[in-house]
């Protein structure tokens, strides 16, 4: 979707198992995210010892935050879906909220031809 001029911002919000977020940014990044930051969360819940096959489910997360531009949303949360087949269950999550206000941002470009 082209630059429509709107400066309305979201997050896009990853929560992944360890080791499988530089695969999800490297997406992102490619489908228009201008930045990410990833740091290490620790997961808990009535499922941590109940994963697919009865197997336990690790506690060690990575989370992904993403800030882009309203028209940029949902090319990267599809190319994060993809990379992280995270339209699985148990793979991870992925959702996005609105942004009130950021500052230090760059702008994002309009994607032309698919490159940024």
């Not at 911002?9 to 360890?18: C, E, F, N, T």
């Amino acid at each position: 979707m082209p630059n429509d001029g709107s400066k309305a911002l979201k997050m896009v919000m990853a929560i992944v198992q360890r080791g499988k977020a530089d695969d999800i940014v490297s997406m992102a990044i490619k489908s228009g995210a201008p930045a990410a930051t990833v740091f290490f969360a620790r997961g808990r819940g009535i499922r941590e010892r109940l994963g697919l096959l009865g197997l336990a489910i690790q506690p060690e997360k990575e989370v992904i935050i993403i800030v882009v531009e309203e028209w940029l949303v949902d090319d990267v949360v599809a190319g994060m879906v993809k990379a992280g087949n995270l339209d699985q269950p148990g793979i991870g999550c992925v959702f996005v909220m609105p942004v009130e206000r950021a500052l230090g941002m760059l702008e994002a470009k309009e994607k032309v031809n698919g490159k940024t």
